[in-house]
């Protein structure tokens, strides 16, 4: 429980990258401005160290206080502090001190004796600190602590006069007679240091806004892109992810609003024989027409739809993804139906045979009740005619016209399936005059699915025709009828299926277009021919294989619609 409390209370990873960035702003601040301050402090107390040594080398060039000096500046000499307050090495020191605004100007004798000092009671006395390197004649600068306090000081030597040595009896002295010692407190030394910090601290204030406003905008941002998503949250999305998409036996391809291919699992790569499609803009690659357009952000997204791909049928679910009102784009889910497709086509065959060995088998019983009969009157001879001609003909005869015209097993077998279903609707097929295969259909599955799809809405269309004929006047004694033609050029099959009905408006409709599936009443006429997804499917199918499916004519004197089809690679 208490690990559950502490997640509970841990902050989100966008507040966490928003305070980690605030805190290393400020400490980006707060060092730079350390650094600025520090680099001022030593620049002000180099600048007061150099003031006070040019304020101490000024007095102790001037000429009375070095013959002043001079002259007090004798071994054993006893000086008198009053008469030093107010003599002029005093004067001169009071004077200087009041233009630069010192701490302190002291002027000593060759022994470290006060001769000037801020504080007249301590002149005749001992300096507090050392004189000595002054009077060996170097000067020196450095902060230390005296009678006044901690100061940045300076202390220069004097140089006696030429005049005061001879008449002191100084030629055997030093020429250093004294020194002279400037000093700046140090609140004066720094009282510009705020003044000067004060840009610096605005900049630092404005550069931590900044980082506050640019944290939150990326926060923002991160948390937009992440929709919220903490990390370990989406370590356990990709792992999911790439446990689901490839455990399922399904293709799934996701697209971005930028219309970008995000997601594209294994088996949708094989459906739709893509190569490393992530990244890749939709319209880079070699998708199916409808498929593209179902991807497409633009346009409506269906629920679902058949699509030829390559020589897969495939069932494609589109959805559009949102999270919180967001769009996301849309996923698309790939099922593999080529081979219930199949099956399916090749169970209407065998539906189409079982009608027509069902009508047939009418027909048979008919046929032995009649021998029955013969015999039973005694009519023999007729009896062994009906029999012969019989066996010549076969006992089960296709309600189509001059199927004699088609010699190939598949087609003859097929087409005579379909002509029961028509002759049960009361519709003829015929063979044309044109028909001729020599060759054997070595892909039946394509070609009863292209001329299966033909013939059923050829079969519709007659029926759908006023009285089923075209203006009422029937063709060959035959008011409703569906003419197929079928030629074999190498192994290349031709297709050409003809009806009575009252044929397309022109310009021709969209007849390959795929659109949702039409109840069985009150049907269209303009739309019998593309119902579901026939001829879509139809042309898919044929130019899969190189070949295609198209409208040759839109009706004309005495026939409605003529399509035509061109199969690549299907007879022997």
Sequence with gaps: MTD?????????????????QLVVVVAVVVLTSAVFVRIEVIRLERAAEGTALAIAQSV????????????????????????????????????????????FVVVTDDRGIRLAHPDGDRIGRMVSTSPDAALAGRETVSWARGTLGESARAKVPVHGTAAGGAGGGRASRPDVVGEVSVGFARDRVYDTLVEDSVPVVGAGLVAVLLAVIASVLIRRRLVR???????????????????????????????????????????????????????RAVTELDLPDALATMLDRTAPAPASATVVAGPQVLLVDVRSVFRDGLDLGRVAVLRDRTDVEALSRRLDAVGSMTQALRAQRHEFANRLHAIAGL????????????????????????????????????????????????????VLLRIGPETLVQGTITEPGDVTTVLGNLVDNAVTAALAGEDGSLGGRPRD????????????????????????????????????????????????????????????????????????????????????????????????
């Design 4 to 20: 559950d409390r502490s997640r509970g209370r841990r902050l989100r990873f966008a507040t966490e990258v928003l305070v980690l």
């Design 60 to 103: 102790a060039a001037q000429d009375d206080v070095r013959a002043e000096v001079t002259r007090l500046s004798v071994d054993g000499t006893d000086l008198d502090p009053a008469d030093l307050a107010d003599g002029p090495v005093q004067r001169a020191a009071l004077d200087t001190q009041r233009r630069t605004g010192a701490l």
């Design 225 to 279: 892109l992440t929709l919220g998503v903490q990390p370990e949250e989406l370590v356990t999305l990709v792992q999911n992810q790439r446990a689901v998409l490839g455990g399922v036996g399904e293709g799934v391809i996701a697209i971005s609003p930028a219309g970008t291919v995000t997601v594209c699992n294994a088996e949708a790569a094989r459906l739709l024989c893509l190569t490393r499609p992530v990244g």
């Design 375 to 426: 015999l039973d009157i005694g009519e023999t001879a007729r009896a062994r005619a009906y029999l012969a001609d019989v066996q010549e003909r076969g006992p089960l005869r296709y309600p189509v016209q001059h199927a004699d015209r088609l010699t190939e097993p598949y087609l003859q077998a097929f087409l005579g399936a379909k002509g029961v279903e028509a002759a049960e609707r009361g």
């Design 477 to 572: 004694g035959v008011s409703r009828w569906v003419e197929v033609e079928v030629l074999d050029d190498g192994s290349t099959l031709h297709l050409s299926v003809m009806d009575s009905g009252p044929g397309l408006a022109s310009p021709a409709p969209p007849v390959f277009e795929r659109r949702p599936g039409m109840p069985d009443e009150d049907v269209d006429v303009a739309r019998v021919h593309g119902l579901g997804i026939g001829l879509p499917l139809s042309r898919e199918i044929a130019r899969r294989r190189g070949g295609d499916v198209w409208l040759a004519s839109t009706g004309g004197d005495g026939h409605g619609a003529v399509f035509c089809a061109r199969l690549e690679g299907v007879v022997s």
